[in-house]
């Protein structure tokens, strides 16, 4: 099966501008999960989804952040307007059982898109 | 709220030498424990799991990790390196969602 895909895979963006990642989850699997590493640090958790509906958005540093997951499919991460501070990297990762059940837990990640704030 | 501490940043280690990566975590229940792994340029992988049951669990590549509740403790091990495990390494919880460890990086030399 096709894995989780991720693009762009690296992009440079001027501080103010905006950009928008796209990932593309395993097909079927319902819950998708958005993560972010800034330089360093630890992988943070974001948000996840559950088909198209956000269940946890919790960890979405700010409103500049926007993701939404269309028809339950592929999902975007836009950042308008990019500040320096957002650098890192970005994961997608999903699975397709329920969060909480033993055999659900088991995350299937991306490549990750790193983005770069100049 | 769940945490995770590697308190190894970086590690170097001969080819064909052991290897243990530490991970402690705080949890308040029975935690379901992972190990992933980053190679340069390539995702996070998924190296091994706890769940429940023996506490010795068996992952790819020749990994192992060991679950101790009483050290709250999770420690990743591979008894001879080779240089393909040259990475990063994340130790993670999971409790709806994943909290990782800040990572720690593996350096082989020859």
């Known amino acids: 099966e096709a894995g989780v895909t991720q693009f762009p895979s690296h992009s440079v963006i001027e501080k103010g501008q905006t950009v928008t990642l796209r990932c593309d989850p395993i097909s079927g699997h319902d819950n998708l999960y958005w993560y972010r590493r800034v330089m360093g640090k630890e992988i943070k958790f974001l948000l996840h989804f559950v088909k198209e509906s956000k269940q946890d958005e919790s960890g979405m540093p700010n409103n500049r952040f926007l993701a939404e997951r269309t028809g339950g499919t592929y999902s975007t991460l836009k950042v308008q307007p990019a500040e320096l501070e957002d650098s890192g990297v970005y994961f997608c990762?999903?699975?397709?059982?329920?969060?909480?059940?033993?055999?659900?837990?088991?995350?299937?990640f991306g490549a990750g898109s790193r983005l770069t704030v100049l | 709220a769940q945490s995770v501490t590697q308190p190894d940043i970086h590690i170097t280690v001969s080819e064909g030498a052991s290897l243990e990566l530490r991970c402690n975590y705080s949890?308040?229940?029975?935690?379901?424990l992972f190990w992933y792994v980053q190679s340069p340029g390539q995702g996070l992988q998924l190296l091994l799991k706890y769940f429940s049951g023996d506490t010795l669990v068996q992952g790819i590549k020749g990994f192992e990790a060991e679950f101790k509740r009483s050290q709250s403790s999770f420690n990743l091990r591979k008894p001879s390196v080779h240089w393909s495990d040259a990475a990063e390494y994340f130790c993670a919880v999971d409790d709806y969602k994943l909290s990782f460890g800040a990572g720690t990086t593996v350096t082989v030399r020859a």
């Open positions: 990762a999903s699975t397709s059982g329920t969060p909480g059940s033993a055999g659900a837990n088991v995350l299937t």
């Open positions: 949890y308040g229940a029975t935690p379901y």
